[in-house]
């Protein structure tokens, strides 16, 4: 069936480029990564470099693949929201010498994780026939917050037809509605063009007062709820699980980092979910009729949770290459370099389980702030006719390729402290650059602030 399919709908990768103020500023509470590399030099060239080969194994594996926009840093118009005025470089200037801190968290290059871009629903989902994306609110921490409306505008660039995408506003900026987009979220299902089931994982039920996680639980009950009505989801195919409370606390900010699905497959930790046997039973049920589901469950016995965490197994990207029976985890290097998740991936493809291979690629920039290949990509299921109203040079292929690979050696420090973000000429390499970017990508003149004023 999924062969068949594929000839209706593509799952198309919209990986986020890296942008050019990347650096390790340790900004995100609950994300050990980026708090135990706090402070580090990062290398913004290699960082952009390193995604886009990883979208280039994509492309030429015969996936579709698109490419979301750095967003604009520093964040100019927030800061003069907080009071400070005149020039760009005095704005900059006078906030730097304010609070350093606040500069570094508006120069946040975090908009590279598209999993945290929107929640999308294919179009098979809805009885109205377009496909729907709803642009995360990311309200839990401040330097993310400020990306929703750049990355509405980014989806209504990449897909501006209105006749088949609807892009919806961001929930409201308040903690009860609290979203952090595709990263809690999976899709299940025969093929990409039929209907499936949608999972939505939640880290708290707002509305309950009830607080048992250390560290931020991030996604609500209500986010997801408001999402699936919105998205105009069958209430019969849409589960919602909640997040293990102990697993928020040993690191996993959002439930992409202890689970994963594509296709019929759900692989995910032992620990991962407050009532494992209550989600399988509920996803069987919403399956019923559409498709047959395939668990694998990664017990604690042979991957630890602090071992699956540290090494991002299951931020690892789940696809199905064209020509392919079984599907394949595209995974972090530090999976393989870690003892238990390398021999449990060695183990998965000896199996004859729906997962048949493991790729492994260098995301090493990404990972060290929290982020692995899962967490860099959007995924997006596209009908032909969606596809072809879709901008094309948002689409990655030879000619972008290189284009963006010279574009970033062009443009991009090779070091940068985060003692750094307070140089005005970083600021102005970057506005030059994405002044650039916009003519490659074909985002027109007036795409980002900078650019309007």
């Not at 995100?28 to 280039?56: E, T, V």
């Not at 919806?168 to 979203?179: E, F, K, R, V, W």
């Not at 498709?291 to 602090?306: G, L, M, R, Y």
Request: glycine letters at 8%.
């Amino acid at each position: 069936m999924l062969a068949r399919e594929a000839n209706y709908a593509n799952e198309a990768n919209y990986d986020g480029l890296i942008g050019p103020t990347h650096n390790y500023g340790g900004l995100s509470a609950g994300n050990l990564a980026s708090a135990k590399n706090k402070g580090l030099i990062a290398a913004p060239r290699a960082a952009a470099l390193q995604g886009l080969q990883k979208m280039k194994l994509m492309a030429d594996a015969g996936l579709v693949q698109g490419v979301l926009p750095p967003q604009a840093r520093p964040n100019l118009a927030e800061l003069r929201r907080m009071g400070f005025t005149g020039r760009d470089e005095n704005v900059l200037a006078a906030a730097w010498r304010a609070n350093p801190v606040l500069v570094r968290t508006m120069c946040s290059a975090s908009s590279m994780w598209a999993a945290n871009a929107a929640t999308v629903s294919p179009s098979a989902d809805w009885s109205d026939g377009r496909l729907h994306l709803t642009p995360a609110n990311l309200s839990t921490m401040l330097h993310r917050s400020i990306e929703h409306a750049q990355t509405g505008r980014a989806l209504r660039a990449a897909f501006p037809s209105e006749s088949h995408v609807c892009v919806h506003d961001a929930l409201p900026m308040q903690s009860t509605y609290a979203d952090e987009g595709a990263a809690n979220h999976v899709r299940l299902c025969a093929g990409h063009g039929a209907p499936g089931v949608e999972l939505f994982v939640y880290g708290r039920d707002a509305l309950s007062g009830e607080q048992t996680a250390k560290f931020p639980a991030r996604q609500t009950l209500q986010a997801s709820q408001i999402i699936a009505a919105r998205h105009g989801l069958d209430a019969s195919r849409t589960v919602f699980a909640k997040q293990a409370a102990k697993v928020i606390d040993a690191g996993a900010f959002h439930n992409d980092v202890v689970c994963v699905g594509a296709a019929q497959c759900l692989f995910y930790h032992e620990d991962a979910f407050a009532d494992t046997q209550r989600v399988l039973a509920d996803i069987d049920k919403a399956s019923d009729g559409l498709f047959t589901p395939q668990f694998v469950e990664v017990a604690n016995k042979d991957v630890p949770i602090k071992a699956a965490i540290s090494a991002y197994l299951f931020n690892s990207m789940l696809v199905q290459f064209p020509g392919e029976s079984r599907l394949t985890l595209v995974a972090p290097t530090e999976t393989e370099n870690n003892p238990y998740t390398k021999a449990y991936c060695d183990k998965l493809v000896a199996s004859n389980g729906p997962i048949g291979a493991v790729q492994y690629v260098d995301v090493r920039q990404s990972m060290r702030n929290g982020g692995g290949p899962a967490c860099l990509r959007l995924r997006v299921v596209l009908t032909k006719a969606e596809q072809a109203a879709a901008n094309q040079k948002m689409l990655l292929d030879e000619r972008l390729y290189e284009r963006l690979r010279v574009w970033v050696n062009t443009h991009y420090r090779e070091a940068l402290a985060p003692d750094d973000l307070g140089d005005p000429a970083l600021m102005r390499e970057s506005f030059t650059a994405l002044d650039a970017l916009t003519k490659i990508m074909g985002l027109g003149d007036d795409f980002y602030p900078f650019q309007r004023q």
